[in-house]
């Protein structure tokens, strides 16, 4: 098999799939990629996978190339793993790399083959791209398209691809169901749900998953608002409510909000999509989910302005995490940079520190000040924010890290930290929700 685009999807895939038996062959138009990636390095931080690379290499069956011709040669089955960002200017899904990718595929595919996408798409689109490559491929109606959408946490993607909780499969044969099984055979276990559909219905489901999460997610955090101004706890009621078997606890922990590169692009381009299918009333929600979303950000910027008296000009500002969620070095759309340049924006002096995504940070935001540790950020620090939960941050010790702040003062912004022991140290704690 092959696997078109070598980032974060298409390199996990990659490696995981080789590590699995299978001969794979990893395919990218940037070159500095596949240099990196055949040398053994993963240009991104993800648990496990460095070593998984190392073992699929070393075995023989991982390779890698920047040419197309070469992997319709090798390929019997084709994984496009391209990415679908924002389109400038719109709420639309930017579609020019997966347009791209099938197309210089198709035109060397001159035999049987299976193109499966696994990229994030407006449903409508593999019915599109299955038309376009019958017309400029080679094989003509022998080089089919199926779709496989990908359900990967970043964090945990080595154990989504090896033990998946589903697999959904959007095909127009059985020949395509029959390839898709092969390809996912050493996964598929007899009690693994694998979902066979139509393509449309295989789009439709990532996107409707990443919504519904998405909905949760700001559904708790208008409870928060609501039981700041009513004085009730937000995490007992996050706890009560998570209870009710039929809603479950998962994705109701308030804080600041979802980021990343999935959930804020993959819920505005699926109203969009909505709008042009005529039925964008039914999906009006996710644009208040939304907006309740980014307005956490300006939230938690009140919360550290109402801790520190009222205005944080001229003080020192500690704030814990850049990343959009732990185990990552992802800062696409993470809240942590948007609530750090409002505090700079207001005159505070922000000190940052993550365990992992401070490179990609300096190359966005060369002018924050970086820190070696979360205790050097913290040094004289008047305010102290965790905007990324980390396990190292939870483990700090708070009187530890009292002894090097000048005032000790602490948002939780992720509602990560036992109130109970940050306070038994003498400090202020606030956290969105929670009475005082």
Known sequence: MTVIGTGYLGATHAICMAALGYEVMGVDTDSDKIVKLAGGEVPFFEPGLPELLAKALDSGRLRFSTSFEEAAAFGDVHFVCVGTPQLEGSHAADMQYVDAAFEELALHIDRRALLV???????????????????????????EVAWCPEFLREGFAVEDTMRPERLVFGVESAWAEDMLRRSFDPVITPDMPVVVTDMATAELVKVAANSFLATKISYINAMAQVCEAAGADVQDLATAVGLDSRIGKRFLRPGLGFGGGCLPKDIRAFTHRAEELGVGHAVAFLREVDAINMSLRHRTVDLVQEIAGGSVAGLKIAALGIAFKPDSDDI????????????????????????????NARAVRPELTYCDSALGAARDADVVILLTEWAAFREIEPAMMGRVVRQRRIIDGRHALDSARWRAADWRYKALGRPA
């Open 332 to 359: 696409r759309d993470a809240p942590a940079l948007e609530v750090i340049d409002q505090l700079r924006q207001l005159g505070a002096d922000v000190r940052v520190y993550d365990p992992v995504a401070m490179d």
């Open 117 to 143: 996408g696994k990229s994030t798409v407006p449903v409508g689109t593999a019915s599109r791209l299955a038309g376009r490559v019958r017309s400029i491929a080679p094989a003509g109606p022998l080089a």
